[in-house]
């Protein structure tokens, strides 16, 4: 409930401050600060915090997932645009398949949630990396 609560309220901030700065620019910031948040949520002392830090982690992920659909389109030439957001997304919707049953492998292979946790910070940080490459088309 929290991580969907805070999911609304990402994307209305995210479109907020793309309309002032890059999209590119703020997805970076808002990966960067959601493996910061994943992290702080490991560590998470007590209850109010954790779900403190789920509203701020829910609310930071779907901004990544909102500048994703933002940026989508403009990595592709117009001739090709459709089917290469289609692919993206279609490539997006295996991963959420995939994902539970790879965590659910992990954890039966004796990975703790915390693990699991800090791999998703880790894949974050990742995405960031790897945004600053993507080149946009007009």
Request: one cysteine or more.
């Amino acid at each position: 409930m929290a991580i969907s609560v805070g999911g609304t309220i990402g994307s209305l901030i995210f479109g907020f401050l793309v309309s002032r700065w890059a999209a590119k620019h703020i997805l970076q910031a808002f990966s960067i600060l959601a493996a910061s948040a994943v992290v702080a949520f490991v560590f998470a002392g007590n209850l109010g915090l954790a779900i403190t830090l789920a509203i701020l982690v829910g609310g930071l992920i779907n901004g990544c997932i909102t500048g994703l659909y933002t940026i989508n389109p403009t990595l592709y030439a117009p001739d090709f645009r459709s089917t290469g957001v289609g692919t993206a997304i279609g490539v997006g919707r295996l991963g959420s398949i995939v994902s539970p049953t790879l965590a659910g492998i992990l954890l039966d292979a004796g990975w703790k949630k915390n693990e699991l946790y800090l791999g998703a910070a880790v894949v974050l940080l990742i995405a960031a990396f790897t945004v600053h490459f993507l080149k946009q088309r007009k």
